[in-house]
């Protein structure tokens, strides 16, 4: 059927009107719902904070920062008149990058005077801690200098738009520390994309957390699920004390006051004083979060508990006294027993745990009739179950009469047995504390970041 040409002129201002109807009907909606946040029109509109910043806007307002905090700032001697800089920072805002955050390094000499400056943009990420590094700074030897570090609290801070990747360090082997010293660790990305670029920076710390050494170094690429080695080296020596023990001590002083620790001499009784006070040589070597026990023994035991009080572990050292009441035999196995009762007890999880037995003769106490060597077999077995609980037995033999090759074997070593005169006895306790102490860097910090945002 075909339509009038009066049915067809309707018909096409019908659609017309329908088209511009569905067309207008579409700007409302897109304006509606498509509609841009206004972060650009220099007014506060829109659900924003502050003026373009905050709410829709990717801009963060500065009323909403946490200030960027330096931990530390330090000059570092690299070599004989050069020097580096380098400021530990923390950027504690979940929320907020700066690309570019401006700063600015001045370095003072001893009247506060400005010698030199320098200004550099880092790129600080979202809740990170990181190092701002300068290096080749060139300064006299006798110079007394400082550094000082400011950052611009004009920089643009923006809401990052994913998450930064999370590079994990694996490896840390900090070697050559006397001479040219050499940190290398491994750089992991677990993340599921390539990064490049990425910054990494060292920070080696000494017993008392004082930053001795920092250095920087770059990775041009690192590739999804791959790790990257890396080395940092220093020409010369770290020039201050770096070390301190792996883990705290808990040790034991089992002291012999069997009635022979005062054949020498009776008043004062020797050997005996002269033991106690180079125990008090071990006391003084502690750190400050080592405990020490005294224990003594001649016939019966007496222990005193773990204490971390310097001054009362020497008084307990000094209560040591040989008993006048019957002859006081050498009971070996019960001081070994109960030193290791009290490490069980008082001794901490994870600690370095060591009984020293100091004693001028040989075991002798327990006795059983008709078993002339149960005093010595009683002692081994004490022995051997201290050190199969992890206990660390060291053995002194003081003078002549003490029974130096069965004390050997009762140690866990046969380095970790004595003969000692009271002449050197000191030194041993201050030898034995130093290899009770394993030594290595108090920490050593790898922090590898990104050196700008990811593309947007």
Not at 2 to 22: C, D, I, N, T
Not at 293 to 305: K, L, M
Request: proline share 6%; hydrophobic share 40%; with cysteine.
């Amino acid at each position: 059927m075909s339509l009038s040409w009066a049915e067809r002129r309707r018909l096409g201002y019908g659609g017309a009107f329908g088209a511009v109807f569905v067309l207008g009907l579409a700007l409302i909606t897109l304006a509606v719902f498509n509609r841009e946040p206004s972060c650009f029109d220099a007014r506060v509109n829109g659900g924003e904070r502050g003026v373009d910043c905050g709410g829709p806007c990717v801009r963060v307002c500065q009323a909403d920062l946490k200030e960027i905090r330096v931990v530390w700032q330090r000059l570092f001697k690299v070599s004989a008149g050069d020097w580096s800089a380098a400021a530990y920072v923390e950027n504690p805002n979940a929320e907020a990058e700066a690309a570019r955050l401006p700063y600015s390094l001045k370095i003072l000499d001893g009247a506060g005077s400005v010698i030199l400056t320098r200004s550099g943009e880092v790129y600080a990420p979202p809740r990170t801690s990181f190092l701002v590094f300068e290096s080749d700074i060139k300064l006299e030897e006798s110079q007394r200098a400082r550094v000082l570090f400011e950052f611009s609290s004009s920089a643009e801070w923006l809401k990052p738009d994913s998450a930064r990747p999370r590079f994990k360090v694996s490896e840390i082997s900090l070697t050559r520390e006397k001479t040219k010293p050499r940190l290398q660790a491994k750089i992991e990305n677990p993340e599921v994309r390539d990064f490049s670029d990425v910054e990494v920076y060292a920070a080696v710390y000494d017993s008392n957390s004082n930053a001795i050494a920092a250095s920087r170094t770059f990775i041009e690429k690192i590739y999804k699920g791959a790790s990257v080695p890396i080395v940092f080296t220093w020409p010369t020596p770290f020039e201050t004390e770096y070390d301190r023990c792996r883990a705290p001590v808990d040790a034991v002083l089992a002291i012999d006051r069997s009635g022979s620790m005062d054949d020498e001499a009776q008043n004062p009784p020797e050997p005996l004083e002269s033991a106690k006070a180079a125990a008090k040589t071990f006391v003084n070597e502690m750190e400050d979060n080592d405990q020490v026990s005294v224990v003594s023994f001649a016939n019966s035991v007496t222990a005193a508990p773990l204490t971390a009080d310097r001054d009362l572990a020497k008084r307990n050292i000094n209560a040591v006294r040989i008993l006048q009441t019957g002859v006081q035999y050498t009971n070996i196995g019960e001081a070994i027993s109960k030193s290791a009762l009290e490490l069980s007890r008082r001794g901490r999880e994870g600690s370095t745990k060591a009984v020293i037995v100091l004693t001028d003769g040989v075991a002798s106490f327990p006795r059983r009739n008709g078993e002339p060597s149960y005093p010595l077999r009683y002692a081994e077995e004490a022995a051997r179950a201290a050190k199969e609980k992890g206990i660390e037995l060291h053995t002194i033999a003081l003078g002549s009469k003490a029974d130096f090759q069965f004390l050997s074997g009762l140690a866990s070593s046969p380095e970790l047995s004595y003969l000692a005169s009271t002449v050197n006895l000191p030194e041993i306790y201050a030898e034995i504390s130093a290899k009770l102490c394993r030594r290595e860097p108090a920490v050593v910090e790898i922090l590898p970041k990104l050196n700008a945002p990811p593309p947007r």
